[in-house]
């Protein structure tokens, strides 16, 4: 290969048609390019123009057939830097499954924030239930609560839940817990079994004097109590945003008990584990942000 200065200065000749314009676009002198045509000719031995260069010579066969092999080679290089450009510039889709509670309460409205701080990252969250077959969906990582690794996945815990409890502003709550359970309903879900339960007897009471309402599901629970359809057990990072909002305040909020862990789920195939990895420390960032927001409220 003759050296590609020599080809630049020919190609800009031959495309331009002129060693003036053909100067200027290289930000050379006249001279630079008529020198470097002529080395270009001395190399391969043969005459590319017709003539004086300096009076305006015309190119010869040769000189027209390795203008095309060169404007054809140019073409490949530029469409080669346009597709990687492309594809470093196109976002990466990433496919989350996130029980529906946590989807639509608290990781949904975080995608705005890390949309900014990973604009090539596009998340897309697909709400799962208790009991729904998850491992057949379409997923790059898995957000469970229930313990279960399927063979073939790495698990690693994001959090462990605090449960409080939670009323809407217009329940006539009093500063007497025994009073308030006695006279208020309470709510809870199918899906969370236990939960209500174990706040009862850390909060000391035996018995309650209205009977429970139960939801098959979490959130249909959750927008019940925001209904003032009665007292519910929550996560804390999920109630804050209603709380900051006004939709939800806390009930005797010195009660609080341990939930279940949640846990990232990742297959061992995943194509996308750098995004993964930009997800799991914009996840943990996130939740710290919203625990320390959450007891402070």
Do not use: C
Request: proline share 6%.
């Amino acid at each position: 290969m003759p050296p590609l200065r020599m080809i630049a200065a020919f190609e800009a000749v031959a495309r331009l048609g002129s060693r003036t314009e053909a100067a200027a676009e290289l930000n050379v002198t006249l001279g630079a390019v008529t020198k470097q045509l002529r080395a270009l000719e001395q190399w391969l031995g043969v005459d590319l123009f017709t003539g004086d260069l300096r009076s305006g010579a015309a190119m010869t066969a040769e000189g027209r057939r390795l203008a095309m092999a060169v404007t054809a080679g140019l073409d490949t290089i530029k469409s080669s830097i346009g597709e990687i450009g492309a594809a470093q510039a196109a976002p990466v889709e990433l496919r989350i499954l996130a029980p529906a509670g946590l989807s639509v309460n608290w990781l949904l409205p975080s995608l705005p924030r890390l949309e900014q701080e990973a604009p090539s990252l596009r998340v897309r969250v697909h709400s799962t239930h208790t009991g729904e077959d998850w491992v057949k969906l379409p997923h790059d990582a898995v957000i469970r609560r229930d313990g279960f690794v399927p063979e073939g996945y790495s698990r690693e815990v994001l959090f462990q839940e605090r449960l409080a409890a939670y009323a809407a502003p217009g329940m006539p709550v009093t500063d007497s817990l025994e009073h308030d359970i006695a006279t208020l309903p309470l709510v809870e879900s199918r899906t969370r079994p236990g939960d209500l339960d174990r706040w009862l007897a850390a909060a000391g009471i035996t018995k309650v004097a209205l009977p429970r309402q139960r939801f098959s599901h979490f959130y249909t629970a959750y927008e019940a109590a925001v209904a003032s359809e009665g007292i519910i057990i929550a996560p804390t990072i999920l109630a804050f945003t209603d709380i900051a909002q006004g939709r939800l305040k806390p009930f005797h909020p010195n009660v609080q008990i341990l939930g279940a862990q949640n846990s990232l789920l990742v297959p061992a195939n995943s194509e996308n584990a750098e995004a993964v990895s930009i997800f799991v420390a914009f996840l943990r960032r996130r939740i710290a942000e919203t625990e320390l927001t959450a007891s402070a409220l």
